[in-house]
């Protein structure tokens, strides 16, 4: 049973361009969503995130846009970086945060 | 900058044995977490662990696994008999409260081969 979903499991992007990284999710109990960058042999670090009260959060070249009808956030990164290159995951929590569930990740390849 | 470690890196073991993965947390977190990346899969939750009792557990943390925190610093996982589908990277977490506001910090994972 897949509760969060990433339907891209891969993105090529020139360096520059916008990256855009999507995510789904189908528990409406879920409140609170985040990003994850994960690098080959490390664990994953987080990126940015968002509560179901917000529709976008931005933190530098990072925005996460949530449509919460849709069951759907996305992740923006612009511009994007080679350094960017890495796997993204999603994950969502419900409100009280005490699990979070992960979705297969999205490996994103920025191009020099 | 604080961080989570984990130790070993890599864990080679053979079927049916006994292994315990170790993970000193953020000195000042109080929750901790364990999960599994089985290869190519997604991440997938285990374990969360708070005032040294579990919190709440994924049908995948069954009887052949426990959680402990023997002393201030340690977070540990143990695998009483391994199976081969054991096998995955096995990540530690700890955050400093439960909850949406708080980011949990990752280790760098063990790698556990199961042969």
């Known amino acids: 049973d897949q509760q969060v979903k990433q339907n891209s499991p891969s993105l090529s992007v020139q360096e520059g361009r916008i990256s855009i990284l999507n995510c789904d999710y189908t528990n409406s109990m879920f409140d609170y969503f985040l990003w994850y960058k994960k690098y080959p042999a490390e664990g994953p670090t987080f990126l940015i995130s968002?509560?179901?009260?917000?529709d976008k959060n931005e933190d530098g070249r990072f925005t996460v846009f949530l449509n919460k009808s849709a069951k759907h956030l996305s992740l923006h990164i612009v511009p994007s970086q080679p350094g960017d290159s890495a796997v993204y995951f999603c994950a969502a929590s419900d409100i009280i945060g005490n699990q979070f569930y992960f979705g297969t990740g999205t490996s994103l390849t920025v191009i020099p | 900058e604080p961080e989570v470690t984990q130790t070993p890196s890599h864990q080679v073991t053979q079927m049916g044995q006994e292994v315990i993965l170790r993970c000193v947390p953020i000195?000042?977190?109080?929750?901790f977490y364990w999960y599994r990346q089985i290869l190519g899969q997604k991440v997938e939750f285990l374990v969360s662990f708070y005032n040294n009792e579990i919190s709440e557990k994924s049908e995948i943390f069954d009887d052949q696994f426990s959680v402990e925190r023997p002393d201030g610093s340690n977070f540990t996982l143990k695998i009483r008999s391994t199976k081969l589908e054991d096998s995955a990277m096995y990540f530690c977490?700890?955050?400093?409260?439960?909850?949406?506001?708080?980011?949990?910090?990752f280790g760098p994972g063990t790698r556990l081969t199961v042969t």
């Open positions: 977490a700890s955050s400093g409260e439960r909850g949406v506001a708080y980011e949990q910090y």
């Open positions: 000195s000042n977190h109080l929750y």
């Open positions: 968002i509560s179901s009260i917000k």
